[in-house]
């Protein structure tokens, strides 16, 4: 109920308990008439905005006192205002009135002079601008119409300069900075439904729902895959309104294969963490040896019963069973023996059926044993091959050692132009004896033939 028309809402009062206080106070208010001096007075305005730190009152020890001696309620106390906000207001307004802009040095004072106001005289504004524009973010998540009143003025701000929000969380990432500026990926919706865009108007960051205050979630980092689970898990429905086909992979999954870790991590904390990730990461631990085998093997034996309880969910579902969202293995297998009948334990004691069962439970068997034989025979003709060409190998490698060796042994000297000259001597020793065995060396068959040719010349 707005503060100040408190008793002109009283109908508009949805429970009755907040009905008999209003009643309450109503009958209060005639026994001890209100004075007249306070007449008109907008007191839920005032306590508001001393609340909120634009009235310069829980700044100071000594008048915080006296309001906490009446038990003043302060509301929540990250939303308020270490800067006197309208004070500063006031000393802004002056100095753009003066100056024409708020570009103000640090060290800053307001003089006392004309035409600077009296009553800020000795106000060190400087410090107050470069607080602000420190809590920039903390302005745009709490105190939007601030930030409207300072644009009025030419404010300029610096995001580099600006703290984060919750200083714990530590300095903003490039997930936090897409997220911000375009969205979660996860509501980058392609012709969604109505429906669904009501329900995130109505849960998302654009106000209260069922009574809940503004928080910092409710800005337009604000998500929620419960609002988008069933679009996803059905399909993305392209832009000719056709759906392709369920997709095999999880949120967290599809969010690290995408690059965003921070809000895989995130979408774990939040909704449950993920088994094929969980498993890549005790893999990771026990090969960096975070971990025993004693607990690698107990995690791995929980992640692999976790995989067969999705397996089971899948499957009731497949068959028609309504399962709830947190529903266990146990309860499950339960529901479906409950559900088979007489004329079902019939068919499953069927001495035939029984038969088939293990007919095709030995042809798995045997398909298994082949495909392991035909593995191991492919091994072993693979193995004499790769055992011929290691040889080969060491072969080639042994002549190349060879080879190094002897011109190792032989590039050794201390005057390589004399071996040179002495190569040069050898090859034309060598080219003159062959020339002078090819003179001496005569084939016998050419020196017939000259003969023949002789007798017939002869004959001629």
């Known amino acids: 109920i707005d503060e100040d028309h408190y008793f002109d809402n009283l109908s508009t009062t949805s429970t009755k308990a907040a009905s008999a206080k209003a009643k309450e106070l109503q009958t209060l208010s005639l026994t001890h008439p209100w004075p007249e001096s306070l007449t008109g007075l907008r007191l839920g305005h005032i306590t508001r905005r001393i609340r909120d730190g634009s009235l310069e009152v829980g700044h100071l020890p ?3 006192a006296q ?3 009446i038990k003043f309620p302060w509301g929540d106390p990250r939303q308020f205002l270490p800067v006197p906000f309208e004070k500063a207001m006031c000393a802004l307004f002056g100095y753009y009135l003066i100056r024409g802009d708020l570009f103000v040095t640090e060290d800053f004072v307001m003089p006392g002079d004309e035409p600077w106001p009296k009553a800020l005289e000795g106000y060190e504004l400087g410090k107050v601008v470069v607080e602000i524009r420190r809590l920039q973010n903390f302005f745009e998540a709490y105190h939007t119409e601030k930030v409207r009143l300072l644009r009025r003025v030419e404010f300029v701000w610096f995001p580099e300069l600006a703290a984060p929000l919750n200083p714990e969380d ?9 997220v911000e500026g375009a969205g979660h990926p996860f509501f980058q919706l392609n012709e969604p439904s109505v429906e669904m865009i009501e329900e995130l108007q ?20 604000w998500y929620s895959y419960a609002a988008v689970e069933e679009y996803w898990k059905g399909g993305d429905i392209t832009s000719t309104g056709k759906k392709r086909a369920t ?8 969010l690290k294969l995408n690059g965003f870790d921070q809000l895989s991590r995130e979408h774990e904390e939040r909704y449950g963490p993920d088994n094929s990730l969980e498993l890549l990461r005790t893999m990771e631990q026990f090969v960096e040896g975070d971990v025993t085998k004693d607990e690698f093997d107990g995690k791995m034996m929980g992640i692999f019963q976790q995989f067969r309880d999705e397996e089971l969910r899948r499957d009731a579902v497949a068959a028609g069973y309504e399962l709830e969202p947190n529903q266990d293995a146990a309860s499950i297998i339960q529901m479906i023996k409950d559900d088979t009948n007489d004329e079902d334990r019939e068919f499953l004691d069927d ?10 439970t030995a042809l798995m068997e045997k398909r298994e044993t082949f495909k392991r034989a035909a593995e191991s025979e492919e091994e072993e003709e693979l193995a004499p091959a790769a055992v011929v060409e290691e040889e080969i190998d060491d072969d080639f490698a042994d002549d190349d050692e060879e080879e190094l060796e002897y011109k190792e042994a032989g590039g050794g000297g201390d005057n390589d132009e004399e071996e040179e000259d002495d190569d040069v001597d050898l090859d034309a020793e060598v080219g003159g004896d062959k020339a002078e065995d090819e003179e001496d060396t005569v084939d016998p068959e050419f020196e017939e033939e ?10 001629l």
Do not use: C, H, Y
């Not at 001495?351 to 095709?360: D, K």
């Open 62 to 64: 000594s008048r915080k």
């Open 170 to 178: 530590g300095e903003a990432t490039w997930e936090d900075t897409v």
């Open 351 to 360: 001495p035939e059926f029984q038969r088939l069962v293990n007919a095709e």
């Open 202 to 221: 109505d849960e998302g960051p654009w106000g209260m729902k069922d009574g809940e205050g503004t928080d910092e979630g409710r800005n337009k980092n």
């Open 67 to 69: 309001l906490d001696a």
């Open 247 to 254: 997709p095999d992979w999880k949120p967290a999954q599809w």
């Open 450 to 459: 000259e003969e023949d040719f002789g007798i017939e010349e002869e004959e």
